[in-house]
């Protein structure tokens, strides 16, 4: 399932949320237009194996990675959520609190990744784990919204509205799923890093819960 829009406007003009993403996609060009991408990435990106939480130093990929992608799809696929999700959150929450937000699902999202597979020297990247908070957030503050989505269809892709409580239950079930299934391998291979999903989305939800606003309704469409 692919979102495209949801049916609601944000509160306020999405300037962090936008400004994320242009953050993002500014740090994965210089990534790709690096001389030595592999270094680049080697440099920035979070490998389990290094970290040493008695050296601050080595803490701070549990940050840069957020920012790194492993190609067009990966980048694409999260700016994507970021973009048709993110600005609502941003919109129902103090202004300073949705970066707060989205960092820190990442970096707890990087954590649950890492207490699974923590002897690793394969690098971890990407904002997966920020976009998923911020999707544990909408989950938890617009269950209602519809959401136009790309499903595909007997074969063909058609767009449908889907509620908000059943898409996002939906892929977190698949990620719970998913990250049972990859425990055998955890820390023996790449892949995608469905713990930190899981991490991220339950971090985003119990965030929305104690610092969203709590005097604005939610709108929904009928």
């Given at each position: 399932?692919?979102?495209?829009?949801d049916?609601v406007?944000?509160?306020?003009?999405?300037f962090?949320?936008i400004?994320?993403?242009?953050?993002?996609v500014y740090v994965?060009?210089q990534?790709?237009?690096t001389p030595?991408?592999?270094?680049?990435v080697?440099?920035?990106a979070?490998?389990?194996?290094?970290i040493d939480f008695?050296?601050?130093?080595?803490l701070?990929?549990f940050?840069?990675a957020?920012?790194?992608?492993g190609?067009?799809l990966?980048?694409?696929s999260?700016?994507?959520f970021?973009?048709?999700?993110?600005?609502?959150?941003?919109?129902?929450?103090?202004?300073?609190?949705?970066?707060?937000?989205y960092l820190?699902?990442?970096?707890?999202?990087a954590?649950?990744q890492y207490?699974?597979?923590?002897?690793s020297d394969?690098?971890m990247?990407?904002?997966?784990?920020?976009?998923?908070?911020?999707?544990?957030?909408?989950y938890?503050?617009?269950?209602?919204?519809?959401?136009?989505?790309?499903?595909?269809l007997?074969?063909f892709?058609?767009?449908i509205n889907?509620?908000a409580?059943?898409?996002?239950g939906?892929?977190?079930?698949?990620?719970?799923i998913?990250?049972?299934?990859?425990?055998?391998?955890?820390g023996e291979?790449?892949?995608?890093?469905f713990?930190?999903?899981?991490g991220?989305?339950?971090f985003?939800?119990?965030?929305a819960k104690?610092?969203a606003?709590k005097?604005?309704?939610?709108?929904?469409?009928?």
């Open positions: 399932m692919i979102p495209l829009s049916s406007k944000s509160q306020r003009f999405p962090i949320n400004l994320l993403i242009g953050i993002t994965f060009f990534q790709y237009v030595d991408p592999e270094a680049f080697y440099r920035w979070l490998i389990p194996s290094e008695s050296n601050w130093l080595t701070i990929p940050i840069t957020i920012f790194l992608h190609g067009f990966h980048i694409i999260n700016m994507l970021l973009w048709v999700f993110g600005d609502n959150v941003e919109g129902y929450m103090h202004l300073l609190l949705y970066p707060i937000l820190g699902s990442g970096i707890v999202g954590l649950t207490f699974f597979m923590p002897n394969i690098p990247l990407g904002a997966s784990g920020a976009v998923a908070g911020v999707l544990g957030a909408y938890m503050l617009f269950p209602h919204h519809k959401i136009k989505t790309l499903v595909p007997f074969g892709f058609t767009v889907i509620s409580s059943f898409m996002l939906y892929w977190f079930l698949l990620q719970i998913s990250g049972a299934a990859s425990l055998p391998f955890s291979t790449g892949g995608i890093a713990f930190a999903h899981i991220g989305f339950v985003g939800i119990i965030f104690f610092f606003y005097n604005l309704p939610e709108i929904a469409e009928g």
